[in-house]
């Protein structure tokens, strides 16, 4: 049968399911065969001939074929899954039905009264001709069926992995009893030896992920809630202990990411030569890595209570993929994954001196949300990724991909997983200290060429994005200036760049109208205040730059201590607000020539589609106060109501949440009351006690020997002391990340979004009624 016979035969199929009055019995072979006999179709071709109207109108229409067509197909799959596909045409078969019921799925979901399909027990539909399985195994929702079957098929021999027979070419291997573990796809945790690349089996586990991952795709179909108790049935039966390989998929999938090298070799143009199948597995792998690792109910195993925690360690989740990601322990395993996702974060990085010469990976997102969970789920190795420089490898690609996307507003929501990394980190002491080693590799960026550490990259990176990043930013000036505030005590020494960037923010933020023209803009000052007070308390001596920055912009200050709060001022603040509505002024901070080879910063081009996100909890639920005490350990600060600086009035907080700053003004009135409560707060005293000492003397060195030059005044900077002349230090105040329900409803519907915009060759869910998140195009 030539190909273009059997993809007329596949398509007047198709057509029948519609059009028959009367629904095809499921013992008419001859009929259904010809949805999986083709021998030449692709996935393409699947969703070319099966359009959506169709499966749609079959649906509704003829909702027994549908149902006899979805079984069939996952009938063949547990075949093959049995008999270990030995010959191409079963393998054919196997792939064909795959692709179907990849195009079907999402109309099953997007329907409330079919969603529960899956998991009602078909009569009949049991493992067909298998008459000697016993019959509570024969009644296997048809959901467990074909995850099961999946799962057999990603280590079938000779179909997904290589054969490890030694006996005659025509003994099959036994599919039952196959021990995964020997069959893992790539080296790496927990296993030694990479077996050689072999590009077909590449493809047909992709196939077969593919469909995993749409079998996952039913949390796309439900609304966000906040009841985060809500499983998903799909990832909670596959990831659990039923599934007899869930030890070596979930191995394989995190070894075939943290392996992939996209420059091979370092050959230049290498990917124009081979289309690299191992990319298109890898960003599956990847993507079915994030939607597994999911928190099951809520967040119940993170705060037990401590007579239960020891049962809950010996046995962990439930969720066996999160279960085996928090039990990696081995520092090489450690260095793998670190390793191989730093050189992923990287390579979008990488320039050449030719153009086009290395393959641009583009999977950075579901990357970062594998190190995020990384972190989250495993704590040691969060502790490993901080104990070296190693970091830093982690944190250049983040603040590059920060600063690339801060004026494109299709990517909001990858601003924030990378702010969240950073905020995650940065409640980690030793954080702080590795930003103190110099910024030496240059990655053309679209910022101030500077020279100085890894501390000033981050800080010229974050002013920019406050400064001239798109209005939907906002929400996260908080989150950037926590990790200000949470790195500032170990920051050895700023350069003056950054220094004069830290103040502009400051007489940026300190303005009148933008202290009174929204409820929480004072606590930007609050932050800024309290991360000058760590670094001039705990780091005077390297920071004269800085020093010398306050000094030149006293006045800032002053004002502050100064700041109105008669009703007339409040008022006339406003008034000239509204004739200058831009948030932050983008003058006034020296704009000095942006580093070569770089791109400025651009918007989203018009019509890319974007995936809407849900709101983010404010700070004060992002974060938890510890204090530093003597030794260096943290200290948990208990929750207090009215005495921390950041006393956030909940009406107001409600209200930000609901509108945006702009149009919150006409909702909310700054009050006389409101600006005196927290005005007295503002930690001045270290800073004027400085000013008090330092100004005289300087102004004295400048009379004295008519200088105007910088370095006289650093040079005497960097000598003085105010050793016994400031108050006494406060302790340190670290705002660690809190994980909540909001936080867990975020990341949901983040990476989902991700996934569903990433999946469009073919098209997954294209054009289907999702839930999840709006699609929106710009």
Same mark, same amino acid.
């Given at each position: 049968?030539?190909?273009?016979?059997?993809?007329?035969?596949?398509?007047?199929?198709?057509?029948?399911?519609?059009?028959?009055?009367?629904?095809?019995?499921?013992?008419?072979?001859?009929?259904?065969?010809?949805?999986?006999?083709?021998?030449?179709?692709?996935?393409?071709?699947?969703?070319?001939?099966?359009?959506?109207?169709?499966?749609?109108?079959?649906?509704?229409?003829?909702?027994?074929?549908?149902?006899?067509?979805?079984?069939?197909?996952?009938?063949?799959?547990?075949?093959?899954?049995?008999?270990?596909?030995?010959?191409?045409?079963?393998?054919?078969?196997?792939?064909?039905?795959?692709?179907?019921?990849?195009?079907?799925?999402?109309?099953?979901?997007?329907?409330?009264?079919?969603?529960?399909?899956?998991?009602?027990?078909?009569?009949?539909?049991?493992?067909?001709?298998?008459?000697?399985?016993?019959?509570?195994?024969?009644?296997?929702?048809?959901?467990?069926?074909?995850?099961?079957?999946?799962?057999?098929?990603?280590?079938?021999?000779?179909?997904?992995?290589?054969?490890?027979?030694?006996?005659?070419?025509?003994?099959?291997?036994?599919?039952?009893?196959?021990?995964?573990?020997?069959?893992?796809?790539?080296?790496?945790?927990?296993?030694?030896?990479?077996?050689?690349?072999?590009?077909?089996?590449?493809?047909?586990?992709?196939?077969?992920?593919?469909?995993?991952?749409?079998?996952?795709?039913?949390?796309?179909?439900?609304?966000?809630?906040?009841?985060?108790?809500?499983?998903?049935?799909?990832?909670?039966?596959?990831?659990?202990?039923?599934?007899?390989?869930?030890?070596?998929?979930?191995?394989?999938?995190?070894?075939?990411?943290?392996?992939?090298?996209?420059?091979?070799?370092?050959?230049?143009?290498?990917?124009?030569?081979?289309?690299?199948?191992?990319?298109?597995?890898?960003?599956?792998?990847?993507?079915?890595?994030?939607?597994?690792?999911?928190?099951?109910?809520?967040?119940?195993?993170?705060?037990?209570?401590?007579?239960?925690?020891?049962?809950?360690?010996?046995?962990?989740?439930?969720?066996?993929?999160? /279960?085996?990601?928090?039990? &990696? !322990?081995?520092?090489? @395993?450690?260095?793998?994954?670190?390793?191989?996702? #730093?050189? %992923? +974060?990287?390579?979008?990085?990488?320039?050449?001196?030719?153009?086009?010469?290395?393959?641009?990976?583009?999977?950075?997102?579901?990357?970062?949300?594998?190190?995020?969970?990384?972190?989250?789920?495993?704590?040691?190795?969060?502790?490993?990724?901080?104990?070296?420089?190693?970091?830093?490898?982690?944190?250049?690609?983040?603040?590059?991909?920060?600063?690339?996307?801060?004026?494109?507003?299709?990517?909001?929501?990858?601003?924030?997983?990378?702010?969240?990394?950073?905020?995650?980190?940065?409640?980690?002491?030793?954080?702080?200290?590795?930003? /103190?080693?110099?910024?030496? &590799? !240059?990655?053309?960026? @679209?910022?101030?060429?500077?020279?100085?550490?890894? #501390?000033? %990259? +981050?800080?010229?990176?974050?002013?920019?994005?406050?400064?001239?990043?798109?209005?939907?930013?906002?929400?996260?000036?908080?989150?950037?200036?926590?990790?200000?505030?949470?790195?500032?005590?170990?920051?050895?020494?700023?350069?003056?760049?950054?220094?004069?960037?830290?103040?502009?923010?400051?007489?940026?933020?300190?303005?009148?109208?933008?202290?009174?023209?929204?409820?929480?803009?004072?606590?930007?000052?609050?932050?800024?205040?309290?991360?000058?007070?760590?670094?001039?308390?705990?780091?005077?001596?390297?920071?004269?730059?800085?020093?010398?920055?306050?000094?030149?912009?006293?006045?800032?200050?002053?004002?502050?201590?100064?700041?109105?709060?008669?009703?007339?001022?409040?008022?006339?603040?406003?008034?000239?607000?509204?004739?200058?509505?831009?948030?932050?002024?983008?003058?006034?901070?020296?704009?000095?020539?942006?580093?070569?080879?770089?791109?400025?910063?651009?918007?989203?081009?018009?019509?890319?589609?974007?995936?809407?996100?849900?709101?983010?909890?404010?700070?004060?639920?992002?974060?938890?106060?510890?204090?530093?005490?003597?030794?260096?350990?943290?200290?948990?600060?208990?929750?207090?109501?009215?005495?921390?600086?950041?006393?956030?009035?909940?009406?107001?907080?409600?209200?930000?949440?609901?509108?945006?700053?702009?149009?919150?003004?006409?909702?909310?009135?700054?009050?006389?009351?409101?600006?005196?409560?927290?005005?007295?707060?503002?930690?001045?005293?270290?800073?004027?006690?400085?000013?008090?000492?330092?100004?005289?003397?300087?102004?004295?060195?400048?009379?004295?020997?008519?200088?105007?030059?910088?370095?006289?005044?650093l040079k005497f900077l960097q000598h003085g002391t105010l050793v016994g002349l400031l108050p006494v230090p406060h302790p340190i105040l670290i705002r660690k990340y809190q994980?909540?329900?909001?936080?867990?409803?975020?990341?949901?519907?983040?990476?989902?979004?991700?996934?569903?915009?990433?999946?469009?060759?073919?098209?997954?869910?294209?054009?289907?009624?999702?839930?999840?998140?709006?699609?929106?195009?710009?």
């Amino acid at each position: 049968m030539g190909s273009t016979d059997s993809k007329l035969n596949f398509r007047k199929a198709v057509i029948q399911l519609t059009t028959k009055t009367q629904p095809v019995e499921a013992t008419d072979d001859a009929f259904w065969d010809q949805f999986w006999a083709d021998t030449t179709t692709t996935v393409q071709d699947v969703f070319a001939l099966v359009p959506a109207a169709e499966i749609r109108a079959v649906r509704e229409e003829s909702p027994s074929n549908l149902a006899t067509l979805c079984y069939k197909a996952v009938e063949k799959l547990v075949q093959g899954a049995e008999s270990g596909c030995p010959t191409e045409r079963e393998k054919q078969v196997v792939l064909n039905c795959t692709r179907i019921l990849s195009r079907i799925l999402p109309y099953i979901f997007e329907d409330q009264d079919w969603r529960g399909f899956f998991w009602s027990t078909v009569p009949g539909a049991g493992r067909a001709g298998t008459d000697e399985m016993d019959d509570d195994d024969g009644a296997r929702p048809l959901a467990e069926s074909l995850l099961l079957a999946i799962a057999d098929l990603l280590f079938c021999p000779d179909f997904t992995v290589h054969s490890h027979r030694r006996g005659p070419v025509d003994s099959v291997e036994d599919m039952q009893s196959i021990d995964s573990c020997e069959y893992i796809w790539e080296a790496g945790v927990g296993f030694a030896q990479s077996p050689p690349l072999n590009y077909i089996h590449d493809l047909n586990r992709t196939e077969l992920l593919r469909l995993l991952l749409t079998c996952f795709s039913e949390a796309m179909y439900l609304p966000p809630s906040s009841d985060n108790n809500v499983l998903n049935p799909w990832v909670t039966f596959f990831c659990s202990s039923e599934n007899r390989h869930a030890l070596p998929l979930f191995t394989s999938l995190l070894n075939v990411v943290c392996a992939y090298d996209p420059v091979g070799y370092g050959i230049p143009y290498n990917h124009l030569l081979f289309s690299d199948y191992r990319e298109q597995l890898v960003e599956q792998a990847v993507q079915i890595l994030i939607v597994t690792l999911e928190h099951e109910g809520g967040l119940a195993h993170r705060s037990a209570s401590p007579s239960s925690m020891e049962e809950q360690e010996s046995t962990g989740p439930d969720n066996l993929f999160v /279960n085996y990601l928090s039990r &990696i !322990h081995r520092e090489e @395993d450690y260095d793998f994954v670190l390793k191989g996702l #730093a050189r %992923l +974060l990287t390579n979008p990085l990488t320039q050449t001196y030719l153009p086009n010469s290395t393959k641009k990976i583009q999977f950075h997102q579901e990357l970062l949300v594998l190190f995020w969970k990384l972190c989250d789920f495993n704590k040691k190795f969060l502790f490993f990724v901080l104990k070296s420089s190693d970091v830093l490898d982690i944190l250049v690609p983040i603040l590059f991909y920060l600063n690339d996307a801060r004026a494109d507003q299709s990517r909001v929501g990858l601003m924030h997983i990378g702010v969240f990394i950073l905020l995650l980190l940065s409640g980690e002491r030793n954080f702080g200290v590795r930003l /103190n080693k110099p910024y030496s &590799i !240059h990655v053309p960026m @679209d910022i101030p060429v500077f020279t100085g550490t890894h #501390a000033d %990259l +981050l800080i010229v990176v974050f002013h920019k994005i406050i400064t001239s990043g798109h209005q939907r930013l906002q929400p996260l000036f908080d989150c950037l200036l926590t990790i200000v505030v949470n790195v500032s005590p170990y920051l050895k020494s700023l350069s003056m760049v950054a220094a004069n960037k830290l103040l502009h923010l400051l007489e940026a933020f300190s303005t009148n109208w933008f202290l009174f023209s929204a409820a929480q803009n004072h606590h930007l000052v609050f932050f800024l205040l309290e991360a000058f007070n760590n670094i001039i308390q705990y780091q005077f001596d390297g920071n004269c730059n800085l020093v010398y920055a306050i000094i030149r912009k006293r006045n800032v200050f002053h004002q502050l201590a100064n700041l109105p709060s008669d009703p007339g001022s409040i008022q006339k603040a406003l008034q000239r607000k509204r004739k200058s509505p831009d948030v932050i002024s983008r003058t006034s901070s020296q704009e000095t020539v942006s580093m070569e080879g770089s791109h400025p910063a651009v918007p989203a081009e018009p019509g890319t589609l974007k995936t809407s996100l849900v709101a983010m909890p404010g700070i004060d639920k992002l974060t938890e106060k510890s204090q530093v005490s003597e030794d260096g350990t943290m200290v948990s600060v208990p929750k207090t109501d009215g005495s921390h600086t950041l006393h956030s009035d909940q009406s107001a907080e409600m209200e930000r949440r609901r509108l945006s700053s702009a149009s919150s003004a006409s909702y909310w009135a700054p009050t006389s009351e409101w600006v005196l409560s927290w005005k007295c707060k503002l930690p001045l005293q270290t800073i004027m006690r400085l000013l008090q000492v330092l100004v005289p003397q300087v102004e004295k060195i400048c009379i004295d020997k008519g200088l105007t030059d910088e370095s006289e005044i650093l040079k005497f900077l960097q000598h003085g002391t105010l050793v016994g002349l400031l108050p006494v230090p406060h302790p340190i105040l670290i705002r660690k990340y809190q994980a909540n329900a909001g936080t867990a409803m975020w990341f949901r519907t983040y990476m989902w979004g991700v996934v569903y915009l990433r999946n469009v060759d073919p098209p997954i869910w294209y054009d289907t009624d999702v839930r999840l998140f709006e699609i929106q195009r710009m």
